[in-house]
């Protein structure tokens, strides 16, 4: 049991809260929705003495008008100027380019995650086929073969392709890698690929003016952040909490 300035948060309570809380253990689950009820809780209480119209559940999710209303009453919030939206461009410009494109080929050799016996035969079959390629067999025919893809239908190609059209553990390879034959299969989750990059034409840094709203939007949700947890922390800080250790700085909820 918990209490929050003399109110009590039952156990039961608590319990039926951790569905909402996913977490590697059941332990980590339950702190989570424990935290979670208590930062409700004082929430309510706040708002309660600042005349503000609250429900009495203690699940809070229903109640995003109240608490919209206590935080624009109790939280500063500064904008983030012009200035520091281009300060923030001027130092990350690696976040504001656009995809780059590339013309790649490949032959996919199917073999499952959970297939371990397949995934070796493929590694294996895949540097055959790369130690042919490099002596000269052609792509298109090899694409024939052996691959499973439908792009074999057209030698193996896959036409231009920017991030975010085929699945992210192959980007994550590709992307990095310079035109040419790559020199090992790159591994999905559809099997070992065998890739030829035709073509890479790198990305374009996008202007301050395509992306100021996207900068001033995330800087100003990072502050938003920032003020809230330390708001939650004055709350705790000045609360009478009994029945839970509430260590601020391991606390998920206050990162």
């Known amino acids: 049991m918990i209490q929050v300035n003399h109110t009590t948060i039952p156990e039961a309570t608590v319990m039926a809260e951790v569905q909402y809380h996913p977490a590697a253990s059941k332990r980590e689950a339950t702190l989570k929705a424990a935290e979670s009820l208590i930062i409700g809780e004082l929430f309510r209480q706040r708002a309660k003495a600042l005349g503000i119209t609250v429900k009495s559940e203690l699940n809070i999710a229903s109640d995003d008008n109240f608490l919209d209303a206590l935080i624009e009453q109790e939280v500063h919030i500064p904008k983030a100027s012009d200035a520091e939206c281009e300060q923030y461009y001027n130092l990350n410009p690696q976040r504001f380019h656009s995809s780059p494109l590339l013309e790649v080929s490949h032959i996919l050799l199917a073999a499952a995650p959970e297939d371990h016996k397949g995934r070796i035969e493929a590694k294996i079959l895949s540097e055959q086929i790369i130690e042919q390629l490099q002596q000269g067999a052609s792509f298109a025919e ?59 034409v790198a990305g374009n840094l996008l202007p301050y003016s395509a992306v100021e709203l996207k900068i001033a939007e995330y800087l100003n949700e990072k502050v938003r952040r920032k003020a809230v947890a330390q708001y939650i922390h004055t709350l705790i800080v000045n609360a009478e909490i009994d029945g839970y250790d509430f260590n601020l700085s391991d606390s998920p909820l206050m990162q």
């Open 142 to 200: 090899l694409a024939k073969h052996y691959s499973i893809c439908p792009s074999k239908a057209t030698d193996g190609s896959l036409g231009q392709i920017s991030k975010g059209q085929t699945v992210s553990e192959f980007e994550r390879q590709i992307f990095t890698a310079e035109p040419g034959l790559m020199p090992q299969g790159v591994e999905s989750r559809y099997g070992i690929h065998v890739v030829y990059i035709a073509r890479k």
